[in-house]
């Protein structure tokens, strides 16, 4: 097996997408921060950790159908800083449907950002 090295572009900042108000209380700490943080270090890009904020107490996604996902994010999210023209990588846990980055990302770019990369740890089938 060989190896292939693609090129890739750089995002300029890296957010990830905020706990559920009730998980991150009962856990006492948002797992994503922390590996937002941590990752953005090491491929040296900037970091926001507070700019996207959940504005909503949604259903949790995963007690959810299909269709019902995308309605539950509907006005879920805001920005709390600038991102026109920039690259912007966001990064959650797990992708199942996809609602959660969609909801995001269509944020990010009505906001000006220029690219929206999703990134996820696990995505289910």
């Known amino acids: ?25 009962r856990r006492g700490f948002d797992h994503m921060e922390l590996i937002g943080d941590r990752l953005a270090r090491w491929l040296n890009i900037g970091y926001s950790q507070n700019s996207l904020l959940r504005t909503r107490d949604t259903l949790a996604q995963v007690s959810l159908a299909r269709h019902q996902r995308h309605k539950n994010l509907n006005q879920a999210f805001t920005l709390e800083t600038s991102v026109y023209g920039l690259h912007i990588a966001i990064i959650d846990d797990v992708i199942t449907t996809g609602a959660t980055m969609n909801a995001a990302a269509q ?18 089938l």
């Open 1 to 25: 097996m060989g190896y292939r090295q693609q090129r890739w572009n750089k995002p300029d900042l890296l957010m990830t997408i905020p706990a559920h108000p009730r998980r991150r209380w």
């Open 107 to 124: 944020l990010l770019i009505c906001a000006g950002a220029h690219t929206v990369d999703a990134w996820s740890l696990c995505r289910t």
